[in-house]
């Protein structure tokens, strides 16, 4: 195992090479989810309910059947009726039944959006006139939108089995409140009753869309022989594996999964939508299917994260110390159970050293589609009211909001109110390092202001497995199973690199299919670096092993009398200098002599993933004749563990960022009065273009995690945690005024300011 | 249903093809031609990853019929590299690692090469507005600008 | 099944003779980025379209004894590259520059804007202070109007089924006249207008306005002209309390509705803005001439 404290020693990891599939993406080459073909191939669509809840009373798919070119149709009816079960496949919580039937609705539609049926033609203008040629009729039914609505008593029911969990006594009534959870340590009423000064206030956010520029794609086919293969793209190619498996009634052993390049996730695309819609109709049709969403079918029938309305109290003391916080997060689920209300709960007030906290969940189904996983999941939603919160209690007690943190700030040893104690953190040093960054020494104008926040993300380990194989001529192949979404590839190969000792450009890594890799979790949590890249490590380290034992035996000497190092076996201890070193070259051309192919497995279910911490400062500009926020200036500071390619650490974190700014200003799901979204597009869902923004300047703290082999902490979710409220707290700071309903988009500030009287 | 004959130029070759009169000129490049380099992120010109040149112009390809392209010259993604010799906005996209996922990175080349073409030293500004057309949801947008910065001084002959 | 006829007639006769002789719904394309996204969603399924790009003067721009000529199809990117045009009627010329990305503007157009009939289309109101007029040709010939005129209301047009519109005619821009659009959209790029405001004031050589024009986009169901608003500017050397006419003129012909992309009262608050900041950039290019 390497010294992660001997980073200068360290040849690989921390340099910028030129990632390994760079060249096909920018010539066009590299193949996403919708460029997959198979031979034969047909084309589905889709048919989705025009309704926000209604009942099926009928489907006729005879005159789409009828279509000359139309080769299969097919419901719910086609689908087996999956019982309840919890699944433990994707990113957050899911049901198989709500899963299956999330993507074709049974008995049922609960959203603008819900797919009723899917048909496959020879091309895709028929089959788009044949989806239009299935009638469907519905009772409409009355329909529930708002979270706080859905809850309240005589709410439209979407489901009549749902009884709130988590409650003593158990409810006899059924309810649109799926579970209430909680998370308590310490004496609240005493936190509060020592507190100088307590601010309580109650905060919303809006669903926001992932809104990845590729939308879901694949081709499926499923054989006369029952097996099955599926080339998508997707963040898990074993996710896709069990979900169609389990969805179908298909053995695993029939299901084959072929990542394709992703075209952005960001957890949304953890789950499946049209796989299994595809495989069912190339079952039917005997022709593989390939599948396309539109845009809109994106954002209407694909997971959003949730919106919410969370209630926070936190007092403190005037000489800054925290006596108490509480929260009560409120959030949509969609038409299905599954929130994140878990991580909301947890992470919002992980930032601190508090003893006495509470946050209370509630996950509330309502007719919108089933959220999804979306970067952080629920921690953005929960930290912007408690983050905005902390910036207004600075602000009573009259102290700088980056000290305030600082005096309160979680630290090694600090126990979280979810439990663990944290070790090897590096929030203060975050905290720190934007205190001396330059752009908070700039001077700011009128009508411009200074806002500060942090943000907190467990990052997870778990499941992953790679091989490592050296070729006749010594190069290597390194094959994980982590699809690769931001340039993991190339980070896999450096960690590689630095333990054989060797150029990276020397080993060319891939993302296996699920026949060829050992099972591998998906790509989320921030995990890839961290636990793939322990796999990655591991089967590294084996090889070397393997290497130092073929050096031993051509030279006829114990293997520990070899010593690995740039590249090469030397002899050691008593044989030092007695042989020329052997490259890994020399090594690799004597393997069928020396006991055949040198190979190695890494296969871990890593634990201890370093939890994330980052702080950000944004400087904005208000127009205050029409509420529009120019940003100014944005600085954001991570704890990254360590940066294995550190441009690609920036431009996670510049990523994220920047997906927290359009989540502040300017991104919502509208719907009109009848429960339809009435913004499905890029046009009118208002994700950030490049003319809106300045630099993003990023500051990386490095406090190595001692459980990776190079100290690496996942950083793609952190980012994405601060902005919503560190805007808020720059917007109060220019105006005046406390925002807390997201978006902060300038009709809503305009009428916060005019009612201000600001 | 009778098809549009179609002949013009495509990445330097001349070409033919057959497409319903309602297809687009994406739709053709991707399904008809095999040329699936230009995506399809929105389908309503919001997003730029179907960006295409005609007749030098810079297009979206899903905005645009495909019968139009009768006597156009179309130069897409897989037109802008000489052979194997990559363009400097290719290369200097690589070395910044101006790309994440990469799915609206064919749009964004040929969106920043048509800028370059018509504003060979554009300041950041001018180069943010230019390509605000091109969405791209993973890198926030710095490192691409980084990297148009660094084609414009490798095209104007400055050492990068 | 969808499927229309595509045609690209090479003269304005041979267009018209389709339009007038079609059987379904016909739609004339010249940039079609509205009407290819419209056709795609399903929202519009014309049985018949009429490219009229190959007809000559349907792209370019001439400077001639009446104005300017603008074909009825030229890309707003041909527009902005127009250095005679851009120096005449920079708001004229910004404003079809506003439309969409890069990418639209290689092909959107003055006519598809207009005759898309959108209430926010952002190169209406620039050419109704100008005093712009469309050409509009049919099978009863050639006929001018003012661009105001053209929309009857979203997604309505007043031409006839046979008509189209050929090209516009900017007056030459002489003496001190000076115009400007300004627009608020959430973002700094790719958005609809929630409000748009076009000015265009003349001044004598004291400074004293002679002549003005104000309108506004997205405030009503077509562009509109405000009479007040160029009454107060009359006259004036353009001072605060005339901006506060302006800004209240606006306010109070606006009539709004409330939808995702702004409220009515929101609207209303900005047109006035617009309209005074448009005005007084309107009276700085003015003075410069």
């Known amino acids: 195992m390497n010294d992660i404290s001997m980073k200068d020693a360290l040849k690989v990891v921390g340099t910028r090479p030129v990632r390994p599939d760079g060249v096909d993406k920018v010539v066009g080459r590299a193949q996403f989810g919708g460029d997959a073909a198979m031979p034969g191939q047909i084309f589905g669509a889709t048919v989705r309910s025009p309704h926000a809840h209604a009942r099926i009373k009928r489907i006729d798919t005879s005159k789409a059947e009828a279509m000359k070119g139309v080769k299969a149709v097919v419901t719910a009816a086609d689908f087996p009726d999956i019982a309840s079960e919890e699944a433990f496949v994707g990113e957050g919580p899911m049901n198989f039944r709500d899963l299956s039937r999330n993507l074709m609705a049974r008995d049922k539609v609960l959203y603008d959006g819900h797919v009723v049926a899917a048909v496959a033609a020879t091309s895709n203008s028929i089959a788009r006139a044949a989806a239009e040629a299935v009638e469907v009729e519905y009772e409409v039914l009355p329909h529930v939108i708002d979270e706080m609505e859905a809850m309240a ?188 209300m878990g991580p909301a709960c947890m992470t919002c007030f992980a930032m601190y050293d508090v003893e006495n906290a509470r946050t209370v969940g509630f996950d509330v189904v309502s007719n919108r589609p089933k959220v999804a996983a979306y970067r952080a999941p629920g921690a953005p939603i929960s930290t912007f009211a408690t983050e905005s919160a902390m910036d207004e209690l600075a602000r009573e007690i009259g102290m700088d909001p980056i000290e ?210 980052g702080t950000h400062v944004v400087d904005v500009e208000v127009d205050p004749e029409t509420g529009h926020v120019k940003i100014l200036r944005y600085t954001a500071s991570q704890d990254v563990g360590r940066a294995i390619h550190p441009a690609y650490v ?81 917007i109060y700071d220019a105006t005046g005024v406390r925002m807390t309903s997201l978006p902060m988009s300038p009709p809503k500030l305009l009428a916060a300011m005019d009612a201000a009287g600001k | 249903m009778a ?149 414009a001084a490798e095209m104007r002959g400055e050492a990068a | 099944m969808y499927s229309p006829t595509y045609a690209a007639p090479k003269t304005v006769d041979e267009a018209v003779g389709l339009l007038a002789n079609a059987s379904g719904a016909a739609r004339v394309l010249s940039g079609g980025t509205d009407l290819i996204i419209q056709m795609r969603s399903g929202r519009l399924r014309p049985e018949l379209i009429v490219d009229i790009k190959k007809i000559d003067g349907t792209i370019g721009i001439r400077e001639e004894a009446d104005g300017w000529h603008i074909g009825a199809a030229t890309p707003g990117a041909v527009v902005g590259e127009h250095a005679g045009l851009c120096a005449a009627w920079p708001g004229v010329t910004e404003a079809v520059q506003l439309i969409g990305s890069t990418q639209v503007q ?62 516009f005619i900017i007056p030459k821009c002489e003496g001190k006249t000076g115009d400007a659009y300004l627009r608020f959209i959430p973002r700094t790029e790719m958005d609809i207008a929630v409000v748009g405001a076009g000015v265009c004031v003349t001044l004598d050589a004291n400074g004293v306005c002679t002549a003005a024009k104000v309108s506004l986009g997205a405030v009503a169901p077509t562009v509109l002209v405000v009479p007040d608003a160029a009454k107060a500017l009359i006259g004036s050397k353009l001072d605060q309390a005339v901006l506060d006419k302006v800004d209240a003129a606006a306010r109070a012909i606006a009539k709004p509705i409330s939808d995702k992309r702004g409220t009515a009262e929101y609207r209303i608050k900005v047109a006035g803005v617009l309209a005074r900041r448009a005005a007084a950039i309107a009276f700085e290019r003015a003075l410069a001439r």
């Open chain 1, 404 to 613: 305030f943190r600082l005096k309160n700030a979680a630290k090694d040893g600090t126990k979280a109110l979810y439990g663990p104690t944290f070790q090897n953190i590096g929030y203060v040093e975050t905290l720190e390092a934007v205190k001396t960054h330059p752009n908070l020494q700039a001077k700011l104008g009128p009508n411009q202001g200074r806002g500060v926040a942090s943000g907190f993300w467990f990052n997870i380990g778990g499941e992953s497995s790679a091989s490592l194989a050296v070729n006749e001529d010594g190069t290597l192949v390194l094959v994980s199973g982590s699809p690769d979404i931001g340039g993991s590839r190339a980070s896999m190969a450096m960690m590689a690199a630095e333990i054989l000792g060797i150029d990276v450009q020397r080993i060319r890594p891939i993302v296996g299919d699920t026949a060829s890799v050992g099972f591998t979790f998906l790509t989320g949590g921030s995990r890839v670096t961290f636990a793939t890249g322990m796999a990655v490590c591991e089967s590294a380290n084996e090889v070397v092993k393997q290497l130092r034992g073929r050096a031993a035996k051509i030279w006829e000497i114990d293997e520990e009398a070899v010593e690995w190092r740039d590249g090469a076996a030397y002899p050691a201890g008593d044989n030092a200098g007695k042989f020329e070193p052997l490259t890994l070259a020399d090594i690799a051309a004597k393997a069928a002599r020396t006991g055949g192919p040198i190979t190695a497995k890494g296969a871990v279910n890593a634990q201890g993933a370093g939890p994330g911490f």
């Open chain 1, 153 to 340: 008593d005589g709410a439209p029911l979407l489901h009549d089995d749902i009884f709130t969990g988590g409650v003593e006594p158990k409810p006899t009534k059924p309810s649109n409140v799926a579970k209430r959870m909680e998370f308590v340590k310490g004496d609240l009423d005493a936190g509060f009753a020592a507190a100088d000064k307590i601010v309580e206030r109650t905060y919303k956010t809006a669903p926001v869309h992932q809104a990845y520029i590729e939308p879901h794609a694949c081709v499926a086919s499923y054989n006369a022989d029952g097996q099955c293969l599926v080339i998508c793209s997707s963040q898990g190619q074993f996710m896709v594996r069990a979900y169609c498996a389990k969805l179908l009634g298909i053995d695993i052993s029939d299901m084959r999964v072929i990542p394709a390049e992703i075209g952005g996730g960001f957890g949304g695309k953890t789950l499946v939508y049209l796989e299994p819609l595809a495989l069912a109709l190339s079952k039917k049709s005997g022709r593989p299917v390939r599948m396309v969403m539109d845009r809109v079918d994106v954002f209407r029938g694909t997971g959003p994260t949730s919106g919410g309305t969370i209630k926070v109290k936190i007092g403190a003391k005037n000489d800054g110390t925290i006596t108490a916080a509480d929260a009560e997060i409120i959030l949509q689920a969609g038409a299905y159970p599954g929130s994140p």
């Open chain 2, 3 to 151: 098809k549009t004959h179609v002949t013009c130029t495509v990445n330097g070759e001349e070409t033919e093809f057959l497409c319903e009169p309602q297809q687009t000129m994406l739709d053709v490049l991707r399904d008809d031609l095999g040329l699936t380099g230009s995506k399809e992120g929105c389908g309503s010109g919001d997003c730029g990853a179907c960006s295409v040149l005609v007749d030098g112009r810079l297009v979206c390809s899903c905005l645009m019929l495909g019968s139009e392209a009768e006597g156009k010259e179309v130069t897409t993604i897989e037109g802008i590299a000489q052979g194997d010799h990559l363009h400097p906005v290719q290369s200097q996209f690589l070395k910044h690692a101006a790309l994440q996922c990469g799915f609206c990175t064919p749009g964004l080349i040929v969106a920043t090469k048509a800028l370059l073409d018509a504003n060979p030293n554009p300041t950041d500004e001018e180069a943010r507005y230019w390509l605000a057309g091109n969405l791209c949801r993973c890198t926030g947008y710095d490192k691409i600008l980084a990297a148009v910065h660094a084609a």
């Open chain 1, 650 to 730: 920036e431009g996670q974190i510049q990523g994220g960022a920047v997906q927290g700014i359009g989540w502040a200003l300017n991104e919502e799901y509208i719907y009109d009065k009848d429960g339809r979204l009435d913004n499905g597009s890029f046009l009118d869902y208002r994700v950030p273009v490049a003319s809106d923004l300045p630099q993003i300047d990023t500051v990386l703290v490095e406090v190595p995690n001692p459980r990776h082999p190079f100290g690496a902490k996942g950083v793609g979710e952190v980012p994405i945690v601060p902005p919503m409220a560190a805007i808020a707290n720059a």
């Open chain 3, 106 to 167: 290689g092909r959107a157009s003055f006519a598809g804007n207009l005759c898309n009939a959108s209430p926010a289309g952002d190169s209406v109101p620039g050419l109704v202070a100008a005093g712009a007029k469309a050409v509009i040709v049919g099978k009863n010939g050639k006929r001018e109007i003012p661009v105001e005129d053209v929309p009857a209301g979203p997604g309505k047009t007043t031409l006839a089924a046979d008509e189209f519109v050929y090209e």
